[in-house]
C-alpha cells in the first residue's frame, strides 16, 4: 500500500503546486486516513518541501486494532501533551524554509487558522479547497474490496434479524441488536446509526429510534450500515410484520421500488448526477407524491458515509467508472408511515455488466 498511498499524496502535491503552494496540510481525518493509512486520532499529514511526515499528538500503538499509517511516512511526536499537532507541522513547514502553505480551510476552525498563522507568520496560507475529497471520489479496486466486505456484513446483520421475532420489541432494541451484530460479523463499527422505524415512523429518512414497538401490520423500516477498514456503506429496506401487506401498502412499495430501480439503471459512467436523482423523482412525482420527497436520491460513500456525488436536483457533475453510491427514494405519509429502499453499488460500464450491486438482501415486500 505504501506506493499506493504515495501515487496519492503525489495527486494531491501537484494540485497545490499549481495553486502556488510549496506544502500542504492535511488535518481532515478522512482524507489523512485515505493519503498515509491508519493514524491516531488528531493526526495531521505534512506535505513537505523535502518530505512528507505525519505529526501526531502522541506516541503510536505498537500493536494498533486499526492498523498503522504508511511506514515510509516519518512520524513526528508533540513532545508534550496538549498541543495542536496542526499547529506543530505549520512550524515545522515554517522551519524547513517554506513560504507558502495550503490547507483544508472548510475543515478549520477561525482559532485553528489564527493559531497557524500566529506560529509561521511570515508562511502564507493558502485554500486546497476540497482537492483530497475530489481525489477520494473514484475509488480502487482495493477500496471496493472493502466496501463489498462492509456490504456482505451489513447484508448478513440483516437478515439475521429478519429470521427473530420481532413483535413487541422497541426500535430501539432492535437497533442495537443490529449494531451488534454487525461487530460481531466483523464490522469495525457501524457506519452511521443505525435508523430502525416502525408504523408512522417508517420510510422517515434518518429516523432516529424510539420506545415505539412493533406492532401487527407495521411497515418496518430499517437502514444500517457497516464500516471495514475504514470504508463504510448502507443498506435500507422495507418489510410489513406479522401479517399479509394492506393494498395501500403493496402500492407504496412498488412504486417506490420502481423509482429505485429506475436511478440504479441510469448509474453509468457520463451520466449526470441530477438524471440520476431525476430518474427516481419522475417515478415518485407522476404518482402524486412530489410534495415531501428527501432532497436527494443518493450519494458517494466510501471513507465517509456521506461524500461526493451528490445525487440531487441541483447537482452538477457527471459520474464517472469505480464510483460507489447509495440510492435511496422513499416516501412517507404522515401519521401512516413509508417505504424507504436504499443499495450500494458501483457505477460500472456496460461492457463490465452495469452498476454493482454491494447490498444484495431482497427487496422483495416480505411480511415477517
Known sequence: MSEVYAARRARLRE????GGSQSALVTHPAN???LAGPAPQGTVLLL????????????????????????????????????DPAVAAADLASATGAESMAVEEHHLT?????????????????????AAEQLRVIKDEEEISCLRIAAE???QALGELLESILVGRTERHLALELERRLVDHGADGPAFATSVATGPHSGRRGHRPTDRRVEEGDFLSVCLGATYRGYRCEIGRTFVIGTSPADW??????????????????????AAYRDVDRAARQVLDSAGYSEGLTPLTGHGV??????????????????????????????????????????????????DGGPELLTITTKELLAL
Open 249 to 270: 401498502q403493496i402500492e407504496l412499495y412498488d412504486l417506490v421500488f420502481a423509482a429505485q430501480r429506475a436511478a440504479r439503471e441510469s448509474l453509468t459512467p457520463g
Open 153 to 155: 456484513i451489513a447484508d
Open 15 to 18: 494540485r497545490a503546486q499549481a
Open 48 to 83: 513537505g518541501r523535502r518530505e512528507d511526515m505525519l505529526v501526531c499528538a502522541s506516541p503510536l500503538d505498537e500493536r494498533p486494532a486499526a492498523g498503522r499509517p504508511d511506514e515510509t511516512l516519518r512520524i513526528h511526536t508533540l513532545p508534550s501533551p496538549g498541543g
Open 302 to 351: 466510501g471513507l465517509e458515509i456521506d461524500e461526493d456525488p451528490q445525487l440531487a436536483p441541483a447537482a452538477m457533475g457527471k459520474l464517472d467508472a469505480c464510483v460507489p453510491v447509495t440510492v435511496e427514494p422513499g416516501v412517507h405519509l404522515p401519521g401512516r408511515g413509508g417505504v424507504r429502499i436504499d443499495d450500494t453499488l458501483v457505477v460500472r460500464p456496460e461492457a
Open 32 to 34: 489523512v486516513r485515505y
Open 110 to 130: 477561525v482559532t485553528r487558522h489564527r493559531a497557524l498563522r500566529s506560529v509561521a507568520p511570515a508562511l502564507r496560507l493558502t485554500d486546497i479547497g476540497g
